[in-house]
C-alpha cells in the first residue's frame, strides 16, 4: 500500500472525530444565537435562570445584572440553587435581535476580561471579543440573551441547558408543556438538545418566590442552670454585701474616669499645640514645600470611622498599617474650616499609582470643575476628582460640607491630596455611574432602562439626602447644582448626591433660611425667583429636585430641543416649563412618559390610580 493513503488511512478516524466536533459545536452555537425580532420598538419583561457561584453574593450579582433584590426570586423546596432574573428586554434597532444591557465589574488583575465574564455569566452573555488583560475596577458593558414572548405565554425565561437537564425534566420543573419549549427554540427532536447551550423556556407567571434577605442569626438561648449550680452561685444572707459600699465603689470608679479623660485630652491638645507650633515653623524653614500650605489643626477629627486618629505624620489605617503622608492644602482658610472631622490624607503618588498615571481607560467624565478618575487606594474602589490650584474655592466648599455631613445618601468623602498645582478629592465609587446616563438614551449607553420601582427608589433616596442637609445638620447647607448628573447610583441602585462645590451655608432671613449668592447653578435646573433675587434656599433645591422629578418620569432632559418647522428653528424649552403648562391646564394624562416604563404593569397601575383619585 501507498505510504501516503497508509497514513490517510490512519488519520481518517482522527478527521471524522473533528467533523462530529465540529458539527456539534455549530448546533451549540446555533441555539445561542440571539433570538430574532422585527418591532424595534417592543419592550417587554423576561427572566434568566442563573445559578450563582460559591463567591458571588447578592451584592455581587445585583452589580452583574444592574438589579434591585425585588427583581430576584429563589426556586422553592425542589431548588437546583436557581435564582431568577427579571429584566426589561428590547428589540435592538441595529441587529434586529433581543437583548438586554447590564454592566460587568472587573474585580480582579489576574486573567483576561473574557474569560472572566465567560465564567462570571455561564452562557447568559453575549460575550464581547476582548482580549485585554483584567483591571480591577474596569467596567465592561454587557448585552445578555432575552426574548419577548408573542400572546401565547406572558414571559420567555433564558436558561443554559447542564447535564441531567432534558426538555421533559424542564417542561416539569416550571410547568409548562414539552409541546410549548419545542416550538419557541424549534426543536425538532427533544431527545437532542446540547448542554452549555440556551434555550427559552416559556412562561405564564413569574418564576419562582420572592427573595428575603436573611436577618442576622440570633445568639444561641443560654442553657438554664441545673440545680447544683443554682445552689453553688447562692448567696449566703451573711455574705450580702452592704448596698453603702457597692455605692461609694461606683462613686470612686466614676471620679477615676473622669479623671482619666481629663488627663487624656489634657496630654492631647498639648501635643497638638506642639507639633502645630512645630510644623509651622518648618513650613518658614522648608523652601522646597507646596504652595498649598500645610494645615495642622488640633480640632481635626477622622471623618467615616473608616481610620484612626493619631498624628498627623503617622496614620494608621484600621487593619493597623502605618502611613505616612503629607497634609498639602490651601491655607486660604479661616480657623473654623474642616472643625469637625479630618479626611485621610493621601500622597501624590498614591494618587498617581492608583489611577495607572491618569490613563484614559480610568477616566469616569469631565465636568466645569475637574475631570474624574476610577482608582484603587488602599484595596478600596475610589473616585477622584482632578482639580486645577485655579478650583481652590470649590475644592474647600467640598472639604467644609462632606467633612462634616455624612449620610446614606449624600457620597462620602475620604480623603484628599494636593501636589505643586493640583487638588485632589477621594470619595466612595458609585459603580453605576451617574442617574442622567440611565434615563437618558439607557440602552446606547449601555444601561437597562430603570423600573419605575427602581426610579421611585432613587427619587426617595435623593430627596432623603437632600432634606438632610436642609433640615437636620448642625449648620443647614444648600447645595445649588441639584441636577440628574450630581445624583449617583451604587451597585445596589441606591441614589447619592454628590459634587458640593458650589454648596453655601445658609443663615436666617426674617422666617426663612437662605443666603445671597450670585447665581450659579444648571440652566433648566434654576428655581425663577433664584434667578430674579440670587437668594439661594432650601427652596431652590427642592425645585431643582422636581426637575429631576420630570427627568425620572419623563426619560427627557432638563432642556428639551422643540421640533422646528421650514419657517421657524428649532428652539430651547425648559422641561419644567412644559410641564407646568400640562399640569396648569389639569391635563395629567399629557405628560410625556418614558418609554420604556409606559407600557410596565407599574404604570398601568399608576395612571388607575390617578384615574380614581379623579386627576386624570
Not at 427583581?71 to 422553592?76: H, S
Not at 438561648?221 to 449550680?229: K, R, Y
Not at 433660611?513 to 425667583?529: C, M, S
Not at 391635563?587 to 404593569?601: F, R
Request: contains cysteine; charged residues 20%; proline residues 4%.
Amino acid at each position: 500500500m501507498d505510504p501516503k493513503v497508509s497514513q490517510f488511512v490512519i488519520l481518517l478516524p482522527l478527521i471524522s472525530l473533528l467533523i462530529v466536533q465540529t458539527l456539534n459545536a455549530l448546533d451549540s452555537s446555533s441555539a445561542t444565537i440571539p433570538m430574532n425580532c422585527t418591532d424595534t420598538s417592543r419592550l417587554c419583561t423576561s427572566f434568566l435562570a442563573f445559578k450563582p457561584q460559591g463567591n458571588q453574593s447578592l451584592a455581587v450579582i445585583q452589580s452583574m445584572f444592574d438589579v434591585i433584590p425585588q427583581d430576584i426570586t429563589v426556586e422553592g423546596e425542589d431548588s437546583h440553587g436557581y435564582i431568577f432574573i427579571k429584566k426589561n428586554c428590547s428589540c435592538l434597532t441595529t441587529s434586529k435581535n433581543y437583548a438586554t444591557n447590564t454592566t460587568f465589574t472587573v474585580r480582579s488583575n489576574q486573567g483576561y476580561v473574557y474569560d472572566m465574564i465567560l465564567e462570571a455569566y455561564d452562557g447568559l452573555a453575549m460575550v464581547p471579543n476582548v482580549s485585554r488583560p483584567a483591571r480591577i475596577g474596569a467596567v465592561v458593558s454587557l448585552r445578555l440573551f432575552c426574548g419577548c414572548s408573542s400572546s401565547l405565554w406572558n414571559y420567555l425565561m433564558s436558561y443554559v441547558m447542564k447535564d441531567g437537564d432534558s426538555v421533559q425534566s424542564l417542561a416539569s420543573r416550571f410547568g409548562v408543556s414539552m409541546d410549548s419549549i419545542e416550538q419557541v427554540n424549534g426543536i425538532s427532536n427533544p431527545d437532542n438538545v446540547t448542554v452549555g447551550a440556551l434555550y427559552y423556556i416559556p412562561l405564564n407567571s413569574a418564576p419562582g418566590e420572592p427573595y428575603h434577605v436573611e436577618n442576622e442569626i440570633p445568639p444561641a438561648p443560654v442553657p438554664a442552670p441545673s440545680a447544683d449550680t443554682i445552689s453553688e452561685i447562692q448567696v449566703s444572707p451573711k455574705a450580702h454585701v452592704p448596698y453603702g459600699w457597692i455605692i461609694g465603689g461606683l462613686g470612686v470608679g466614676l471620679a477615676l474616669i473622669i479623671l482619666s479623660i481629663v488627663v487624656c485630652v489634657s496630654l492631647r491638645s498639648s501635643s497638638c499645640f506642639v507639633e502645630a507650633r512645630g510644623s509651622h515653623a518648618k513650613d518658614h524653614d522648608d523652601k522646597s514645600s507646596h504652595k498649598f500650605h500645610i494645615l495642622r489643626k488640633p480640632s481635626f477629627c477622622c471623618g467615616s470611622g473608616r481610620y484612626i486618629c493619631g498624628k498627623s505624620e503617622n496614620w494608621t489605617q484600621t487593619n493597623g498599617e502605618p502611613s505616612n503622608h503629607q497634609i498639602t492644602i490651601p491655607n486660604a482658610l479661616g480657623t473654623d474650616v474642616l472643625d469637625v472631622e479630618k479626611p485621610v490624607v493621601f500622597t501624590y503618588e498614591d494618587i498617581l499609582f492608583s489611577t495607572d498615571g491618569f490613563s484614559d481607560s480610568n477616566l469616569l467624565g469631565r465636568g466645569i470643575y475637574g475631570s474624574v478618575y476610577f482608582g484603587f487606594l488602599r484595596d478600596q474602589e475610589v473616585a477622584i476628582k482632578r482639580m486645577t490650584a485655579t478650583k481652590t474655592k470649590e475644592f474647600m466648599a467640598e472639604m467644609k460640607v462632606l467633612c462634616k455631613v455624612h449620610h446614606a445618601n449624600l457620597v462620602e468623602l475620604i480623603g484628599y491630596a494636593a501636589s505643586d498645582n493640583e487638588l485632589f478629592l477621594i470619595y466612595e465609587y458609585a459603580q453605576k455611574g451617574s442617574l442622567r446616563s440611565h434615563l437618558h438614551d439607557p440602552l446606547n449607553k449601555g444601561h437597562t432602562p430603570l423600573s419605575w420601582i427602581m426610579r421611585v427608589q432613587i427619587a426617595l433616596d435623593a430627596a432623603r439626602g437632600l432634606e438632610y442637609i436642609h433640615e437636620h445638620t448642625k449648620t443647614h447647607y444648600v447645595h445649588r447644582d441639584i441636577k440628574s448628573s450630581n445624583i449617583l447610583l451604587d451597585g445596589s441602585f441606591r441614589a447619592k448626591i454628590s459634587d458640593f462645590g458650589l454648596s453655601k451655608l445658609v443663615g436666617k432671613t426674617n422666617d426663612e433660611e437662605a443666603t445671597a449668592t450670585k447665581v450659579v447653578g444648571t440652566f433648566g435646573y434654576l428655581a425663577p425667583e433664584y434667578l430674579s433675587d440670587g437668594l439661594a434656599s432650601s427652596k431652590s433645591d427642592v425645585y431643582a429636585f422636581g426637575v429631576v422629578l420630570f427627568e425620572i418620569i419623563s426619560g427627557k432632559e432638563a432642556i428639551i430641543r422643540t421640533e422646528g418647522s421650514a419657517m421657524k428653528n428649532t428652539e430651547r424649552r425648559s422641561l419644567a416649563s412644559i410641564v407646568s403648562v400640562i399640569v396648569a391646564h389639569s391635563k395629567i394624562h399629557a405628560l410625556p412618559l418614558d418609554k420604556y416604563v409606559s407600557s410596565s404593569p407599574e404604570h398601568t397601575r399608576l395612571v388607575e390610580h390617578i384615574k380614581h383619585e379623579g386627576l386624570y
